[in-house]
């Protein structure tokens, strides 16, 4: 054999067999997550597309074909909706606002104090309290419930506003986040320079850390407004007039009256969608406030 031939039937210095189908292979592999994710999409996004699609269709269109064509009917249900009982599904957007909002607010204000203190000063107890605080995060809400009822009947709350506002207010998780956000994001030696400067802690946490703080205090918002918009079992047990009925009850109501009344199956499915709606755009402008913050952030830092 000449050396020309083996000059061609050897490799390549520095390479091994199969390095060319190297790049392909691993495009292939890098597919698996993108698909992955793809499906996951579709899997919890088709239920809030069928909700869309559905409100647009009369009770007979509804009914009568099962696609994901709009129907004729979002105006009569907005319609119909409006008037049911003087307008009360407005009444229980309002009542939802009023929990969450507050609620949130409240929640948020309470984490960053506490997770402040938690990341900042050392004292006795510290980390058992914070691993108190962890247990309830891993406990379900639902063990919780039938004690703050209890709680709150015997102080007399029961079936008012402060019956879901008050058990709100404490988050263990918002707690947890803002202790470790606190811990990243204020650093020691600006506190203790705050202090030489003759600042009040007080003053240091207003002024210094918690402008530093903004942006994780954003997420603990987010997330404790969206949980309480979506809460149903406290609710469900605090509260009996359903004129303080947050949407995730009254619709709840509704829905069981519907079995004998599939009219008020349209009112449903609309009232849903609208209820939606208030989420998604809040996420929309907390999203810009909480980019616009983080990049201050940085260029501060």
């Known amino acids: 054999m000449s050396s020309l031939a083996l000059r061609k039937a050897a490799p390549a210095a520095g390479t091994t067999p199969g390095t060319a189908q190297g790049p392909?292979?691993?495009?292939?592999i890098a597919l698996?997550?993108?698909v992955t994710l793809l499906l996951g999409a579709v899997y919890t996004l088709l239920p809030v597309a069928w909700v869309v699609i559905a409100s647009t269709k009369s009770g007979h269109e509804l009914f009568s074909t099962f696609t994901f064509l709009p129907g004729t009917g979002f105006t009569g249900n907005l319609k119909d909706l409006d008037a049911y009982r003087g307008g009360i599904y407005w009444e229980w957007m309002g009542n939802s606002a009023l929990y969450a909002g507050l609620g949130a607010v409240l929640s948020t204000a309470v984490s960053a104090f506490s997770g402040y203190a938690l990341a900042t000063y050392r004292f006795r107890?510290?980390?058992t309290m914070f691993n108190v605080l962890l247990a309830g995060v891993l406990m379900p809400p639902v063990i919780l419930a039938i004690p703050q009822y209890l709680l709150l009947a015997k102080a007399d709350l029961t079936d008012s506003y402060l019956s879901v506002l008050l058990p709100q207010i404490l988050s263990p998780y918002g707690v947890y986040l803002s202790r470790i956000y606190a811990a990243a994001a204020?650093?020691?030696?600006v506190v203790e320079a705050g202090r030489m400067d003759g600042a009040g802690e007080w003053r240091i946490f207003t002024r210094i850390a918690l402008p530093m703080m903004i942006p994780g205090m954003v997420t603990v918002f987010l997330f404790q407004f969206v949980a309480v918009w979506n809460n149903f079992l406290l609710p469900y047990i605090m509260l009996s007039d359903d004129e303080r009925f947050p949407l995730t009850l009254g619709l709840y109501t509704l829905l069981e009256q519907g079995a004998n009344t599939p009219a008020l199956y349209t009112l449903v499915i609309t009232g849903a969608f609208l209820a939606v709606l208030p989420l998604i755009a809040l996420f929309l402008v907390v999203q810009r406030f909480w980019s616009l913050d983080l990049l201050s952030g940085a260029v501060k830092s």
């Open 24 to 28: 392909p292979l691993r495009r292939r």
């Open 32 to 34: 698996v997550p993108t």
């Open 125 to 127: 107890g510290r980390e």
């Open 186 to 189: 204020v650093p020691a030696d």
